[in-house]
């Protein structure tokens, strides 16, 4: 740069031996790079290099021929070597990483350059040659001289297109941008002084060709880029930026206004324009029609997305609604099959989501061999299948759910490993009774829950029955759901009796329902309910808050006495359950230690680590703990050294049977000395009879609960119940 900025002698031979030097040794590095990158990456390094040594060869011949008295030897064979250079260049750049793997996306990119390089044909005509005189354009050089820069800035086109947005750009692939680039200001700056006359060998302008040469050695020394993940893959790319898109068009407005520019004052239009206009036009149709055929793949994949499920195969939702609406058109007969798979989130949660939908895959695959041509089995989403029946086929829906639960029988490895759900069915038949296909869908689904109460592996066919049970349900459901803020739910209290001394130690809370049409409502009528909507939730907080000011207004008779509230599985996930408590207490004035909240074994068995630790909270706060229904459970043992539980509740069903059946004495036997090894009081439930005081006395039970000591009563009945007179009588 320096000798020809400089203008020192001799410096047109300065530029052409840098020129093959720098050339040579970038082709040099491109094979060395080959070499060490893996073999998706070679082919693209090994024509760079080949795009290279064409690079110095040409250079080679073009200075022989200069210095044998040719002063710019433009001759077919130097042309032709730098053309066939940017070929093996365009076709590195479409052998790289990043590059479209189809050949319709490579035509797309190779055309997209082509667009952008024939449409500066007519523009570098009106900037390069307007002010020449026809005369001077005599020489094809000065007019297809014109075509150097357009091919260097259709490859840098084609760099843009490859980079994409799907990735990070590659680190060479911006240096080879930049080579390009250069190359293509080169180039341009090189015809248009050729085409005024003020070019001459060693001008300044030519640093550019080895600086362009320079740029390709750097990027072959980059190192190897990480490979490609096959998640990553698999993930859909994102959109490219709208100038990506446009990138191909914005030069042909141009290109349109340059060719009324280029018209001669005879009213012609230069060759070469007119040319590349048509060539213009042509490639443009080209394009179109790739699109044209793109858009039309695109829009078959995005009607498979939108009516297929990508897991098992099967027709999804949408497809099954719209058959079904068509079905209710043409008129019956038609039937739907409604299946959910039974214990499938045990699956989930025990083998992993990967099990999970190996096992819908398996399932779909023996529903639609059971199936076969008599209806059409669909997936509507998570582990809920359905199968519509429709048409000419006389098959029975009862004999299609036979088939399906015996398809659906788990063989005997699956059995062993537990990674085969049952699956309940619900049948509904379209009738007069069916206004659209919503109520169809409802009858099915009624039928279906029919089916879950029923037991697995089952099915059942709405009835009218089912159908104004589940109505019942609803309204039920509606009506809970205003309970509360209308205040028609109250509180019951059960005393809780020291069985050595008679007198009441504590009293469980228990929430009933005066309903305004149905009457008096016992918890197991509406609490199964209140738990399946989450409704649970504000009645749980309701009864702890009911139950604290109840009890802050005992205190004065029996200070000792404290309160039980039974709490949900679904408050005792919630973070929130520990300020719900502490405001309770304190808003009543009652000492902490005063409330037991008392939680059944499956809610704490079911409890993650987070769950055991809001419990500890409470115990350090000073709440006591009870584990209801005690010996109801499947692995309790497991969990009371991690439970900070204060007491355990023997449920009924054992004290039930004290006096009939001795395996029963020492289940409750057993239970009271194994809570006696963990500091644990016990408290029998559901003691009715005098021999069963004296059984879970004589086996050393602290407390007891039951209509023995007491039937649920107000807080009036209660308090009653805690004076000195009443105690002496228990």
């Given at each position: 740069?320096?000798?020809?900025v400089a203008a020192?002698?001799?410096?047109a031979?300065?530029?052409?031996?840098?020129?093959?030097?720098?050339?040579?040794?970038?082709?040099?590095?491109?094979?060395?790079?080959?070499?060490?990158h893996?073999?998706?990456?070679?082919?693209?390094w090994?024509?760079?290099?080949?795009?290279?040594?064409?690079?110095?060869?040409?250079r080679?011949v073009?200075?022989?021929?200069?210095?044998?008295d040719?002063a710019?030897?433009h001759?077919?064979?130097?042309?032709?070597?730098?053309?066939?250079?940017?070929?093996?260049?365009?076709?590195?750049?479409?052998?790289?990483?990043a590059?479209?793997?189809?050949?319709?996306?490579?035509?797309?990119?190779?055309?997209?350059?082509?667009?952008v390089?024939?449409?500066?044909?007519?523009?570098?005509?009106?900037?390069?040659?307007?002010?020449?005189?026809?005369?001077?354009?005599?020489?094809?050089?000065?007019?297809?001289?014109?075509?150097?820069p357009m091919?260097?800035?259709?490859?840098?086109?084609?760099?843009?297109a490859?980079a994409?947005?799907?990735?990070p750009?590659?680190?060479?692939?911006?240096?080879?941008?930049?080579?390009?680039?250069?190359?293509?200001?080169a180039?341009?700056?090189?015809?248009s002084?050729?085409?005024?006359?003020?070019?001459?060998?060693?001008?300044?302008?030519?640093?550019c060709?080895?600086?362009?040469?320079?740029?390709?050695?750097?990027a072959?020394h980059?190192?190897?880029?990480?490979?490609?993940?096959?998640?990553?893959e698999?993930?859909?790319?994102?959109?490219?930026?709208?100038?990506?898109v446009?990138l191909p068009?914005?030069?042909?407005?141009?290109?349109?206004?340059?060719?009324?520019?280029?018209?001669?004052?005879?009213?012609?239009?230069?060759?070469?324009?007119?040319?590349?206009?048509?060539?213009l036009?042509?490639?443009?149709?080209?394009?179109q029609?790739?699109?044209?055929n793109?858009?039309?793949?695109?829009?078959?994949?995005?009607?498979?997305?939108a009516?297929?499920d990508?897991?098992?195969?099967?027709?999804?939702r949408?497809?099954?609604?719209?058959?079904l609406?068509r079905a209710?058109?043409?008129?019956?007969?038609?039937a739907?099959l409604?299946?959910?798979?039974d214990g499938?989130?045990?699956?989930?949660?025990r083998?992993?989501?990967?099990?999970?939908?190996?096992?819908?895959?398996?399932?779909?695959?023996?529903?639609?061999?059971?199936?076969?041509?008599?209806?059409?089995?669909?997936?509507l989403?998570?582990?809920?299948f359905?199968?519509?029946v429709?048409?000419?086929?006389e098959?029975?829906?009862?004999?299609?759910?036979?088939?399906?639960?015996?398809?659906?029988?788990?063989?005997p490895g699956?059995?062993?490993a537990?990674?085969?759900p049952?699956?309940?069915?619900?049948?509904?038949?379209y009738?007069?009774?069916?206004?659209?296909?919503?109520?169809?869908?409802?009858?099915?689904?009624?039928?279906?829950y029919?089916?879950?109460?029923?037991?697995?592996?089952?099915?059942?066919?709405?009835?009218?029955?089912?159908?104004?049970?589940?109505?019942?349900?609803?309204?039920?459901?509606?009506?809970?759901?205003?309970?509360?803020?209308?205040?028609?739910?109250?509180?019951?209290?059960?005393?809780?009796?020291?069985?050595?001394?008679?007198?009441?130690?504590?009293?469980?809370a228990?929430?009933?329902?005066?309903h305004?049409?149905?009457?008096?409502?016992t918890?197991a009528?509406?609490l199964?309910?209140?738990e399946?909507?989450?409704?649970?939730?504000?009645i749980d907080?309701?009864?702890?808050?009911e139950?604290?000011?109840?009890?802050?207004t005992w205190?004065?008779?029996?200070?000792?006495?404290?309160?039980a509230?039974?709490?949900?599985?679904?408050?005792?996930?919630?973070?929130?359950?520990?300020?719900?408590?502490?405001?309770?207490?304190?808003?009543?004035?009652?000492?902490p230690?005063?409330?037991?909240?008392?939680?059944?074994?499956?809610?704490?068995?079911?409890?993650?680590?987070?769950?055991?630790?809001?419990?500890r909270?409470l115990?350090?706060?000073?709440?006591?703990?009870?584990?209801?229904?005690?010996?109801?459970?499947?692995?309790?043992?497991s969990y009371?050294?991690?439970?900070p539980?204060?007491?355990?509740?023997?449920?009924?069903?054992?004290?039930?049977r004290?006096?009939?059946d001795?395996?029963?004495?020492?289940?409750?036997?057993?239970?009271?000395?194994?809570?006696?090894?963990?500091?644990l009081?016990?408290?029998?439930?559901?003691?009715?009879?005098?021999?069963?005081?004296?059984a879970v006395?004589?086996?050393?039970?602290?407390?007891?609960?039951?209509?023995?000591?007491?039937?649920?009563?107000?807080?009036?009945?209660?308090?009653?119940?805690?004076?000195?007179?009443?105690?002496?009588?228990?």
């Amino acid at each position: 740069m320096t000798w020809l900025v400089a203008a020192l002698p001799g410096a047109a031979l300065v530029s052409d031996l840098t020129a093959i030097a720098v050339s040579g040794w970038a082709g040099h590095a491109c094979v060395r790079a080959a070499r060490r990158h893996p073999p998706p990456l070679r082919r693209f390094w090994v024509l760079l290099a080949v795009t290279m040594g064409l690079a110095a060869l040409g250079r080679t011949v073009w200075t022989v021929q200069r210095l044998g008295d040719d002063a710019l030897p433009h001759t077919v064979l130097i042309g032709a070597l730098f053309t066939l250079g940017i070929g093996t260049g365009t076709a590195a750049l479409l052998c790289c990483a990043a590059t479209s793997r189809n050949v319709v996306g490579r035509a797309r990119t190779v055309l997209d350059g082509v667009i952008v390089g024939l449409a500066l044909i007519p523009i570098g005509w009106v900037v390069v040659f307007r002010d020449i005189a026809d005369a001077d354009l005599a020489d094809p050089l000065r007019t297809f001289g014109l075509l150097y820069p357009m091919l260097d800035l259709m490859q840098l086109t084609i760099l843009v297109a490859v980079a994409g947005p799907a990735r990070p750009m590659w680190r060479p692939l911006a240096a080879i941008g930049a080579s390009l680039g250069t190359r293509a200001v080169a180039d341009a700056a090189y015809v248009s002084l050729f085409a005024h006359g003020s070019y001459a060998p060693g001008h300044p302008i030519d640093v550019c060709w080895p600086l362009s040469y320079l740029l390709i050695g750097v990027a072959a020394h980059y190192p190897s880029p990480p490979a490609w993940d096959a998640a990553e893959e698999a993930v859909e790319p994102p959109l490219p930026p709208w100038w990506r898109v446009a990138l191909p068009y914005l030069p042909v407005g141009g290109a349109i206004v340059a060719v009324v520019l280029a018209r001669r004052p005879t009213g012609q239009t230069p060759h070469l324009v007119f040319v590349g206009m048509m060539a213009l036009l042509g490639v443009l149709a080209l394009r179109q029609g790739l699109a044209a055929n793109e858009n039309l793949r695109l829009v078959a994949r995005l009607r498979r997305l939108a009516y297929t499920d990508q897991l098992t195969g099967l027709p999804n939702r949408l497809t099954f609604t719209r058959r079904l609406r068509r079905a209710l058109r043409d008129g019956p007969p038609v039937a739907v099959l409604l299946l959910d798979l039974d214990g499938f989130k045990q699956v989930n949660d025990r083998f992993g989501h990967v099990t999970g939908d190996d096992l819908l895959t398996s399932i779909a695959g023996r529903m639609k061999a059971a199936v076969a041509d008599d209806g059409t089995v669909v997936r509507l989403g998570g582990d809920e299948f359905a199968v519509l029946v429709d048409g000419d086929r006389e098959v029975r829906p009862e004999h299609l759910a036979e088939r399906l639960l015996d398809a659906l029988q788990p063989s005997p490895g699956e059995e062993e490993a537990g990674v085969h759900p049952s699956a309940s069915i619900g049948i509904a038949e379209y009738g007069p009774q069916h206004a659209s296909h919503t109520d169809l869908l409802r009858d099915a689904d009624i039928a279906m829950y029919a089916a879950k109460a029923a037991g697995k592996s089952a099915y059942r066919t709405c009835t009218a029955a089912l159908r104004e049970a589940a109505v019942g349900r609803a309204e039920l459901i509606a009506d809970l759901r205003r309970a509360v803020d209308e205040e028609q739910l109250h509180l019951e209290y059960q005393p809780i009796v020291d069985l050595a001394t008679g007198e009441v130690r504590s009293a469980e809370a228990l929430v009933r329902w005066r309903h305004p049409r149905l009457g008096l409502l016992t918890p197991a009528r509406f609490l199964p309910l209140a738990e399946e909507t989450g409704l649970i939730l504000p009645i749980d907080r309701w009864v702890i808050h009911e139950a604290c000011r109840a009890a802050a207004t005992w205190r004065d008779r029996n200070p000792d006495a404290t309160v039980a509230v039974n709490i949900a599985a679904a408050h005792l996930r919630r973070p929130d359950l520990i300020a719900t408590v502490t405001s309770a207490t304190a808003g009543a004035g009652l000492a902490p230690r005063a409330l037991t909240l008392e939680l059944t074994e499956s809610a704490l068995i079911e409890g993650s680590d987070a769950v055991l630790d809001r419990l500890r909270q409470l115990r350090e706060l000073g709440i006591r703990i009870a584990i209801d229904d005690f010996g109801t459970g499947y692995s309790s043992l497991s969990y009371l050294h991690r439970i900070p539980a204060t007491e355990l509740k023997i449920d009924r069903s054992f004290v039930a049977r004290l006096g009939e059946d001795s395996r029963a004495y020492a289940t409750v036997e057993m239970v009271t000395r194994l809570a006696d090894a963990f500091d644990l009081t016990v408290v029998a439930e559901g003691v009715e009879t005098d021999r069963q005081h004296e059984a879970v006395t004589a086996i050393g039970c602290v407390h007891g609960q039951g209509w023995r000591y007491g039937r649920p009563t107000g807080l009036a009945g209660l308090r009653a119940a805690l004076t000195p007179a009443a105690r002496n009588r228990t």
